[in-house]
């Protein structure tokens, strides 16, 4: 179901009157009690028109939810009870919707909520604006702007634990969605005299005791701090904690909003820095020394901390002592150094405190203008909020209060001016005539401040300026002098003075009225405080600081840029910001939260008349009402005000079919209220007086009621009725359905009775029919029967006369048979005993050996000659053909493989042959050599550079060339020789050189004998008396023994045809030289190793051990 909305008013439950403007009668008492009502009921807000007043109820109220902001979205100003979010409301969407630029001022005195105020429409306007995360950056940096400057511009007061000292402008931009797309701040004239002084029972600024209570141990080192407050000179003891303020957790606030703001790391340790030399300065103390020429000079008394701030601040400690101790005055070109005595010095301390203090701050404010600057240069919509102190009227009030009250002044004129403009503007574009409204217009009070010609402030600076001898009691004779005929300016010190005889004006005042009421000024440290000055040696010292912060702070140190012409004073600066402010707010649709202190005790629930009383007068709130009302008091489009007053005339309730305005005069003329109480305009009905509204609404109340019970009548007539019909249709329903019921259950009755009777006819019909074709049945098998016996006697007798014929044809058949067979048979036997026996025998014999070869050719084994295998005989009268078929296979299968042999091969394989004719089972050697190939040339002499001479002394073609070792025929041991066999000769020649040493014709060669055994020993005998013998036989041992010895034997047949005598012996002899010795193969000791040892034992016997 959709939500009904159901549209509310202001008038809906209010307490007291929500809008001062119906306050009936209207004077202060009402007003209080009005605002005292209110506020016992938390109703905190309350309406003069679109003003809102606010009172500090100084506790939380659940009012600031989510819920509550929900609440006054988008709903009209005059709809809900007053709200600071309506008026917020209000203004953002005449900002988005109807592109009007908008400010809100906030004023009222110290501790009276503006600064809370302020928050919550900034925070409001966060809420309901658009959202996405660059939007919300921008949100936070707004927010956040705020706690980096309480901390820096608020302390505790005695009105205020966290009292702005500063006032505030904040123009925030917005696109035109009404996203939020930066702001710009300004700030206004902070008290910077609490940087070195505190009244009794307040604070220093918020950040020194934040950054001394929340700093880390090794922040404090490097900024050599100390924990303890009772260390400064600046920070007053008396009220160095605030009951509910946790400065150290405010610290990490602060530094974590300054990281949200942009402050990169280093500025924020910069301005720590700065705070911690402001604080520091406050410890450097003087002391009077006595110069020689009687003056007294100023002397720093401990240069510690002094040393500190220098290496803090980057500042030549030197140069800043100097400063303290001097005072250059510089007048065209000439320079005149003066000494500074103690108190001069200490002046010079704290004034030099409290400029770097402010210039910190104002450079704060830029730099977080510059973080929230708008990024775009679209056209930007503005929403302006003023956070500035309200009127102040103290016990002493000096300079800074005059100040003030003067910006409270011109505050108050454009508020007149807006708000009667305002006024004026809706009855001429509502077509309402126009009366002359009476009011106090302050014009006055500004121009007795601000004229160039003969203002306060222009007589004030025309007095620091002028040259000789000025102090507070000139300038006070001055103003005497000029303004003492103003109307609004009261003094005693004039001549002509209304007030000689008036006490309460000290001599020493001045007296303003203000249009929030008298204030009293003492004159004393007005011009002081107007000149503000810093002598020039310490703000040179400053701009020679190494501390980039601390020198962009004092431009005007840099000695290149010397300008003689004094700054202006803090009054004519004031003056100017008051003015561009002025003329910033002009140009906006103003929007007013006035607040109210309701006690001084900073306590809830307590409303203390006389103290709201003074506020009243002082901020003018009656004379708003008297504005507010001076034509008529209340207003309203014609649509809702139809919409609320139609149920008290026939003719519009309960629907009005014709435009709200012609619904709204036929209501009037019907309820006959006075023509003069109310005039039409083109969207809104004015009423004169509030009593005329009271009246509608008391008839609106008592009509209500009426109606109430009217739709309660005709409600419970309507429940009876539709309860009655409700249980009529029940009836029936229930009534068919019964029926329905009875009748199925009538239905299914019959149903199965006529099912019953119907199945007992039918199964009497049936066996009936049964019966009968039962005996059809068997009458019909008993024929059937009867024929078949008939049928089978038959078939039998046939039966046996076929067989009785058929028994007699075979009969016939066999006889006639044999006896044709007994005929064959006696012509034919004597032929059939001859031949057939053999024939079989034969034919048998064929089919089996032609089975045996068929069988054989699928059985046969591989072509590999080694191949062993044979299958087994069949039969055993085939044994001998079966052995031949295997020899006769073999041979077959060693041809095809021989057949494959290249000439080459063939020799090789001749060679192999001829070697194992030679030493099969003679030499034990043998066996291992079948496997190695015969190379012959192992020493390959052609490509062997070494050997080129060998070669070329060799022409025939070379069978062996191998390295052999000459076994000495001395002693036995041996030297390797390079082995040549050629056709016709054996060559023994040098391994190292080459050079041939032997030379023996194979003809010479007479025997080679070796052992039985596993060596490669062998001597080459020669014939006797040949040249090559006259050294005697040769000894070798060759790896290739078997190899050797074959092609030996075989190139000496092939040269010379004759069989070359191989002895195979263990036992042999050779000829050495002269000596015939025998060599001998003995089993040698395993231990030498596995190669045979020779060895020469005696002139006869060589022995040669094998292992
Ligand atoms: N709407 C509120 N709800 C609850 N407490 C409030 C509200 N407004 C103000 N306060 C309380 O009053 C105190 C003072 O308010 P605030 O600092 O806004 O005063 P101020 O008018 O800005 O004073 P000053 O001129 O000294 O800066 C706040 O610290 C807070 O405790
Ligand atoms: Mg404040």
Redesign the pocket.
Known sequence: MAKMEVKTSLLDNMIGVGDMVLLEPLNEETFINNLKKRFDHNE?YTYIGSVVI?V??????PIYSPEKVEDYRNRNFYELSPHIFALSDEAYRSLRDQDKDQCILIT??????????SK?VMSYVAAVCGKGAEVNQVKEQLLQSNPVLEAFG?AK?V??????RFGKYMDIEFDFKGDPLGGVISNYLLEKSRVVKQPRGERNFHVFYQLLSGASEELLNKLTLERDFSRYNYLSLDSAKVNGVDDAANFRTVRNAMQIVGFMDHEAESVLEVVAAVLKLGNIEFKPESRVNGLDESKIKDKNELKEICELTGIDQSVLERAFSFRTVEAKQEKVSTTLNVAQAYYARDALAKNLYSRLFSWLVNRINESIKAQTKVRKKVMGVL?I??FEIFEDNSFEQFIINYCNEKLQQIFIELTLKEEQEEYIREGIEWTHIDYFNNAIICDLIENNTNGILAMLDEECLRPGTVTDETFLEKLNQVCATHQHFESRMSKSSRFLNDTSLPHSCFRIQHYAGKVLYQVEGFVDKNNDLLYRDLSQAMWKAGHTLIKSLFPEGNPAKINLKRPPTAGSQFKASVATLMKNLQTKNPNYIR?IKPNDK?AAHIFTEALVCHQIRYLGLLENVRVRRAGYAFRQAYEPCLERYKMLCKQTWPHWKGPARAGVEVLFNELEIPVEEYSFGRSKIFIRNPRTLFKLEDLRKQRLEDLATLIQKIYRGWKCRTHFLLMRKSQIVVAAWYRRYAQQKRYQQIKSSALVIQSYIRGWKARKILRELKHQKRCEEAATTIAAYWRGTQARRELKRLKEEARRKHAVAVIWAYWLGLKVRREYRKFFRANAGKKIYEFTLQRIVQKYFLEMKNKMPSLSPVDKNWPPRPYLFLDSTHKELKRIFHLWRCKKYRDQFTDQQKLIYEEKLEASELFKDKKALYPSSVGQPFQGAYLEINKNPKYKKLKDAIEEKIIIAEVVNKINRANGKSTSRIFLLTNNNLLLADQKSGQIKSEVPLVDVTKVSMSSQNDGFFAVHLKEGSEAASKGDFLFSSDHLIEMATKLYRTTLSQTKQKLNIEISDEFLVQFRQDKVCVKFIQGNQKNGSVPTCKRKNNRLLEVAVP
Not at 56 to 61: A, E, H, I, K, T
Not at 108 to 117: H, L, N, P, Q
Not at 159 to 164: A, G, V, W
């Open positions: 905190i606010s500090n109820p100084y506790r939380s109220l009222g005195e110290s501790g009276a909520g503006k600064t809370e105020a919550l608020n007061t009105r205020n634990d966290n009292s702005s956070d102190y309200g607040c900073k």
